[in-house]
């Protein structure tokens, strides 16, 4: 009975190695006939690249890509629900590597597809992407195809016309934001807004308060961590630091729209290349947004910084702020430490295992295709395709970028906040244990929204997040939640 | 006309009903047994499966007692003066019903232990109603379903009856109004939290000019609870007016003439006619519609998902939205267990409805 | 009300006074008003740029803003069979389970109406005791058929011997009110039982899934509905047609069924409007080969914010065929047959 097993996993490697050597595309077609359901989330965006390309890619290879979507909130649960209980009616997955912890059961070790490929120029690929976001374990399982940062964006004739620098600080967003706020910003006469940032619930909301809580947390690389403490696995969130945060994520509403607490990302994008904000935290997207023409009235006044930091640090022994120095902030620039949030990691495309063999082929080497720069290094460029740079030829070669409607000063201020941030040594990583979507898409979204409209003060508000995370990691058990949490860390970038 | 139920044993009474019991069973009893289970039960998804933990009653615990309580139930406060007296009405008309039930003709222990529950569960439920909505209180997702409830379908009924009771008169044109009416019914509803999300907004929507004329440029609905669950309670309504409507229409479009020319000949006047010979009419409908309804009030999720998302903070989130974004999050055994406190709520309001107030409506006529 | 018109216009001249015929216009063109303006909305902002929507409201096509079809360009055209392929699906399914929910309430609530039952809460008490013994022998690794007859041949060994001893009846309300009752519970509570059942069955990812569970789900409504209608024909001639010979089935077929035609054609149309329109079942139930409609709406909604064009573009392509549907299906509703059965 053993021996019949060796002798297929022999069989299958021998018939997988065959397989991969196709995908150099040498062969006539090596996919003919072969067609593969791929999982993602509606568009325009990820879903648009991903079906713009399958043709291409079926007139190369003879294989048919279908790009099925489903609402973005659903995504999660659609394919847990379909892996887990082993429907396996989809083939393919494009999420975001987050979720992986919870997925990577069902997912394809890509690790001998990427080794034979050299096409997808693995190593051009930034190391955080490529080592992070993409592995687990040590493991490849998933295909980078986005990369994703916190930044803050500006405008630069508004922030230059009132003599504002770009805010280095969170004081001085705050001080920004309130200088411009009620100016007109778009010449229609009517008073603007200073900040606009994505409070709505249920949506990418809980995102923003990490990035500004960061700095005030996590001071001594990315390994000390910004969720929970290493030793006792307790949340980093009932200290002065965080509740300085939720202060000053509830005073950028002061300086917002009145229906912040509504607006989708999706919303303050549009407010802000519709020239309505002078500030606004996102990700990569508004860059590319604003030199679209159709929707951006605001080509060629957009600057972006990485996401501002902190003068003060959280004591983690006694939960007070204490000034930055030397041994509390090393990597302090200007005594300003900041802690540049790589939330999201990039959405990345994923193999099911339980699937034939040449489909596992296919959908891998559709990714390749997407992921190559012959592809991607265009993609990124495009604001509809909501892939933003993980390349590092996608930074080095700024062509692509012009070409695409940038100004070069535009394109190095934009490709240099991502760099700043992805080369940081205090850089956050996102929340990768077990159900982390509990922490935070339950719990740290409603509280937080909570907060937002006067349900909670800022002290009540983190004693309630951390009281309920608490619960959370109770129920899972704290030691092996814990040993999930180390492990996320002490993978290197 | 007297139903005359019959007794007969011609097959037909199981050819004709059975179909349909077999299939409301066939995707009734499993899922409900399995959704009890899951409510005791933590649940995570594992390769090839579910690794399932009995729990016991936590789930509940935690709903009533623990982490989600303040979002469940509220958070509570001294039911100030006022509070105390609607208390006190509520008291003491319950004891007068009940009294009235003991001393009257047709008592029986069964009725009177379900009359006794009655005043326990809806006093149990005015009482958070009154503590979550004094001083420092904040109404819950229970609570707020309520007032999503009670509001929306008294609305509909209302608006309902009136335009089915217009669109029955002879006026030129009414087959025009009768197609249009039913329009919103017929959108999605998912759809519909869209538009309203879209014509509400203060900033982009088409009442920002009138917003910003009367001087509210910088308030926006979304962020007080009580004008938030206001337009939830429009749109809702928009919904499902045409609803109620049609039901009604059909209902008064098959009155049969006789008793209507009798009274003309007796000289009734329009009230006189809606009242004695219009309404006794169409009671059974109306109850009938009024249940339905509220049953589907109740599970009330994707016009306070798609406008307010629950907020601002918790204040439009309804117990099925609850309930969902727990199940988004795979905290599938709390999301069960909130889901039956819910079907308890709704199973008594129905039963009360049916026993209590169809039942007298019914004996009215 | 149509009754006492009728007989105002048959008998005597007399309208509603022009006092009464004003006020119910004002009354209905401001309802009109206030249905119509969101539709209206809807239509023009399924012709609008981003840019057009996104710098405040522009209500008049060539007057606010120039109309641009790449909402309808994207969708229709662009992106292939996304749109053709769930609008299919929602179709199929749509009709399929509105006329299977249909006929079998029909059929259902007219017993409801016209013949006792007495169903013994006892028996029932068993059965359910039956399938929890079942699914408890299925997990403990039981051959799930093995399981099912083994329940079932305990449940009628117990019906057929000792079933009779079991005192207590229920009524005909009590299983309408069963039947009402599986509405209750909030799809969000059994959407994994359900999926896990129809994985069993090996029925995810086809038409069947969403069929059979929408009919099961908008049944009690129809049920209920028609009760009510079935109720209120008169029995006389239900009488007279068994004097003349008639079978049950014929008279339900060939008396009750036209005559309560209005009831029968709203009914349709709601639980048609509830099956088309069903998200949070579909979402799950449906596979990448049967996914309906309003999945494709909420879809719409993704981390670029909500694409309100493609939205409003979904939602009028959706309604159009059930709208069409009501206005041919309107005259039904309106004519009143009933009255004119019962009199001739």
Known sequence: ?????????????????????????????????????????????????????????????????????????????????????????????????????????????????????????????????????????????????????????????????????????????????????????????????????????????????????????????????????????????????????????????????????????????????????????????????????????????????????????????????????????????????????????????????????????????????????????????????????????????????????????????YLGAIQDSLNSPNMILDLRIPQNQRYQQVVLDTVLSQFLAGEYTAEEAAKEISDQWEEITDELGREAQREAYLGTLGIQK | MEERPSLSNEPARYVLLLPAVLVVMFLSIFPLLLSIFTSLSNIKFVKGGFEVNYVGLRNYEKLLQGSQQRRFLGRFDDPGTFGWIVLAVFAAFMAYWLFRYVTGPRRRVFGLIMRVLTVIISGGLLWLLVRTSSGRGLPGTLVVTLIFVFSGVAAQYALGLLLALLVTQDLPGKRFFRVVFLLPMMLTPVGIGFLFRMLSDTLIGPIAPVWKAVGLYNFSWVNNPATARLAIVIGDTWQWTPFVFIILLAALEGLPTETVEAALVDGANRWQMFRYIILPQIIPVSTTVILVRMIEAFKIIDMPQAMTRGGPGTATESVTLHAYNLWRALDLGTSSALAYCLLFVVTFVALVFVNFIRQRLLEMI | MAALRKFFQSSSPLKPSPAAMTISYVLLGLWTFFVLFPIYWLF????????????????????????????????????????????????????????????????????????????????????????????????????????????????????????????????????????????????????????????????????????????????????????????????????????????????????VLPLSAPGLVATFLIVLIFAWNEYTLGLFLSGADTQTLPVLVVAQNATRGPQWWNISVLVLLMIAPVFLLAIVLERYIARGILIGAVKG
């Open chain 3, 44 to 255: 023009v902002t399924a012709f609008k740029l981003p840019v057009d929507v996104n710098t405040g409201p522009k209500y008049l096509m060539y007057v606010d803003f120039q109309p641009s079809t790449h909402a309808w360009r994207e969708l229709l055209v662009e992106s292939g069979n996304l749109v053709t392929r769930p609008y299919r699906n929602t179709v199929i399914v749509g009709l399929s389970s509105a006329v299977l929910a249909l006929t079998l309430g029909a059929m259902a609530s007219y017993a409801l109406s016209r013949f006792s039952y007495r169903p013994k809460p006892g028996l029932i008490a068993t059965f359910i005791l039956c399938v929890v013994l079942a699914i408890v022998a299925i997990n403990v690794e039981v051959p799930w058929q093995l399981a099912v007859a083994a329940a079932l041949s305990t449940f009628l060994l117990i019906a057929l011997t000792i079933g009779r001893r079991f005192k207590g009846t229920m009524s005909n309300d009590d299983i309408a009110f069963w039947l009402i009752s599986q509405r209750m519970l909030p799809p969000v509570a059994v959407i994994v039982p359900i999926y896990i059942l129809f994985q069993q069955f090996g029925l995810l990812n086809t038409y069947y899934a969403l069929i059979i569970t929408y009919t099961a789900v908008n049944l009690p409504l129809a049920i209920w509905f028609m009760r009510d209608y079935f109720k209120s024909i008169p029995i006389e001639l239900e009488e007279s047609a068994f004097i003349d010979g008639a079978s049950r089935y014929q008279v339900l077929y060939k008396v």
């Open chain 1, 1 to 413: 009975m053993r021996r019949l097993s060796v002798l297929l996993t022999i069989l299958a490697l021998v018939v997988a190695s065959l397989a991969s050597t196709g995908i150099s595309y040498s062969q006539d077609k090596p996919f003919e006939g072969v067609s593969i359901n791929l999982l993602t989330f509606t568009g325009p965006q990820i879903a648009e690249p991903l079906q713009r390309h399958a043709p291409e890619f079926k007139e190369l290879t003879g294989a048919e890509v279908n790009v099925i979507t489903v609402p973005f909130a659903d995504l999660y649960q659609t394919i847990l629900t379909d892996q887990a209980t082993g429907t396996n009616s989809y083939d393919a997955f494009v999420f975001a590597p987050q979720w992986m912890v919870d997925l990577v059961n069902y997912l394809e070790d890509l690790t001998p597809y990427v080794e034979n490929d050299p096409a997808i120029q693995w190593d051009d690929i930034a190391p955080f992407f490529r080592n992070f976001s993409a592995m687990y374990q040590g493991r490849i399982y998933l295909i980078p195809l986005d990369g994703d940062f916190h930044m803050v964006y500006y405008r630069t004739d508004v922030l230059e016309e009132a003599g504002l620098q770009p805010p280095r600080t969170w004081d001085e967003y705050l001080e920004v934001a309130a200088a411009v706020h009620g100016k007109d910003m778009n010449g229609d006469g009517e008073g603007d807004y200073g900040s606009c940032i994505s409070k709505a619930r249920s949506a990418q909301a809980y995102w923003w308060i990490t990035s500004i809580a960061g700095p005030y947390i996590q001071s001594l690389g990315t390994a000390q961590g910004v969720w929970f403490d290493t030793e006792t696995m307790k949340p980093l969130i009932d200290n002065e630091g965080f509740i300085r945060a939720l202060e000053i994520y509830k005073e950028t509403s002061k300086y917002g729209p009145p229906d912040e607490a509504t607006l989708d990302v999706g919303d303050t994008r549009s407010l802000f290349v519709g020239g309505r904000c002078a500030l606004s935290l996102d990700w990569g997207d508004i860059g590319t947004l604003a030199i679209d023409p159709t929707i951006s009235v605001v080509q060629d006044k957009v600057g972006a910084v990485i996401t501002p930091g902190a003068t003060e640090v959280v004591d983690r022994a006694t939960g007070k702020l204490v000034p930055c120095d030397e041994t509390s902030c090393p990597y302090a620039v200007d005594g300003v430490n900041y802690a540049p949030f790589a939330s999201y990691g990039g959405w990345s495309g994923g193999v099911s295992a339980g699937i034939a063999q040449e489909k596992k082929d296919a959908a891998y080497a559709y990714f390749s295709y997407v992921a190559q720069p012959a592809q991607a290094n265009i993609d990124v460029t495009i604001g509809k395709t909501g892939f933003n740079p993980y390349r590092v030829s996608q930074f080095e070669n700024l062509e692509p970028w012009l070409q695409a409607g940038m100004s070069e000063q535009a394109a190095r201020n």
